[in-house]
Structures are given as structure tokens and as C-alpha cells.
T-cell receptor
Framework: NAGVTQTPKFRILKIGQSMTLQCTQD?????MYWYRQDPGMGLKLIYY???????DKGEVPNGYNVSRSTTEDFPLRLELAAPSQTSVYFC???????????????FGQGTRLTVV | KQEVTQIPAALSVPEGENLVLNCSFT??????LQWFRQDPGKGLTSLLL?????REQTSGRLNASLDKSSGRSTLYIAASQPGDSATYLC????????????FGKGTKLTVNP
């Protein structure tokens, strides 16, 4: 059971280039999330999805796009990369939040992106 | 808007010491609270999840408490070891439609041999 898998682990982009960060999970979770983590700033939600075909913006969506064509995959696309997008990106997944609050979120190992 | 604060931002202790990490949140309407561990350059590992109806959870040397009414949680680490050195993150799942984890900025713990 691999859990949440992110690729690549590291990437350097030039300003204006585009790329897709891949995320896949094998736990049949319906919820998936993308966060970015900047030094000293905690994790900020970029986009999330509550199921295949459904996506919505989080706190910091500008400059990013997502799609959710399958339950397993939730890629994050960066168009026209900017230095402000230098960060560590984490993908996460969970089951739907239950009223009992017993839903646990699982995170991937992260993608460290540098835009120069 | 839910906000999560962790104090202190950094903590350095000698090996063997018992320690407490603090987390506070502004809105008590939460489904749960999770404590995560993050090693340098690594992802987040879930340590403990406390449901809103619970007061505490324990796993080995770790004990997390939750006082929802006052918006506070503590993570107690007993008999700390150098291997406990990491950043500890607290996150809550708010009720009321925004069911996504809201994170604190973390406490960086260093346990010195």
C-alpha cells in the first residue's frame, strides 16, 4: 500500500515555463488536496477536490490549475512559472469528513520546486 | 476565519526531558485536530488525531489533549530522545462547510544528546 505518491521530488523551472506535479493515491479516498509550504509560513491550501470531476479553489489558487478525472489522481499544473511559486508542494488525501471527526489525512513526501 | 497558532516556534531540550508543545485555534467549531511530525525535507506523518468529542489520545510516549471550548491542544512528549527532533504541526478540520485542514506554522523541536 503506497499511500500518497508525488512526482517529481525536486524540480527547477525557469520563469515562464510550465509543469505538472503529479499526485496519486491508492486508498480510494474521495477527498484530495494540494498545499504549499513556505518557510515559516505553515501550509496553505491551493486547490482541493471532493471527488472525481469536482475541484474547488483553496486559499492561494492563483497561478495554478487542477483536474480530477479519476479518484486516484489529482495533478497540479503550473502555467507561466514565477519566482513566487518557489515552494514545497504537498498532496494529501482523506475520506469525507464524518460528523464524528474520525477522518485522518495522509500526505505525500512533497515536491520541492525552485523557479529561477 | 479559523486560525491556528503554535507556541513556541522553536524549542531545544536535553535528552530525557518531558516537554509540551502548544496549539491554539480561534474557532471551537471543529471536527477534529491532528498532530503531524515533519522531518527536514520530508512529508508530514500523522501522529495523533483527536475527534471533537474526545479529550485526549495517546500513542507510545506521545499524549495529545484537546480542550475544544478554550481552543487549545497540547502535545506531551515523555522522555524525549534525539530521534524526536523534527517540526511538529498542529491542524484542525473546521466545521461549517470549509472541511479542509487549517495548519499552524509548527514548532521546531531539537532534542540534544
Amino acid at each position: 500500500n503506497a499511500g500518497v505518491t508525488q512526482t517529481p521530488k525536486f524540480r527547477i523551472l525557469k520563469i515562464g515555463q510550465s509543469m505538472t506535479l503529479q499526485c496519486t493515491q491508492d486508498m480510494n479516498h474521495n477527498y484530495m488536496y494540494w498545499y504549499r509550504q513556505d518557510p515559516g509560513m505553515g501550509l496553505k491550501l491551493i486547490y482541493y477536490s471532493v471527488g472525481a470531476g469536482i475541484t474547488d479553489k483553496g486559499e492561494v489558487p492563483n497561478g495554478y490549475n487542477v483536474s480530477r478525472s479519476t479518484t486516484e489522481d489529482f495533478p497540479l499544473r503550473l502555467e507561466l512559472a514565477a519566482p513566487s511559486q518557489t515552494s514545497v508542494y504537498f498532496c494529501a488525501s482523506s475520506y469525507s469528513i464524518s460528523p464524528q471527526g474520525d477522518t485522518e489525512a495522509f500526505f505525500g513526501q512533497g515536491t520541492r520546486l525552485t523557479v529561477v | 476565519k479559523q486560525e491556528v497558532t503554535q507556541i513556541p516556534a522553536a524549542l531545544s531540550v536535553p535528552e530525557g526531558e518531558n516537554l509540551v508543545l502548544n496549539c491554539s485555534f480561534t474557532d471551537s467549531a471543529i471536527y477534529n485536530l491532528q498532530w503531524f511530525r515533519q522531518d527536514p525535507g520530508k512529508g508530514l506523518t500523522s501522529l495523533l488525531l483527536i475527534q471533537s468529542s474526545q479529550r485526549e489520545q495517546t500513542s507510545g510516549r506521545l499524549n495529545a489533549s484537546l480542550d475544544k471550548s478554550s481552543g487549545r491542544s497540547t502535545l506531551y512528549i515523555a522522555a524525549s530522545q534525539p530521534g524526536d527532533s523534527a517540526t511538529y504541526l498542529c491542524a484542525v478540520t473546521p466545521q461549517g462547510g470549509s472541511e479542509k485542514l487549517v495548519f499552524g506554522k509548527g514548532t521546531k523541536l531539537t532534542v540534544n544528546p
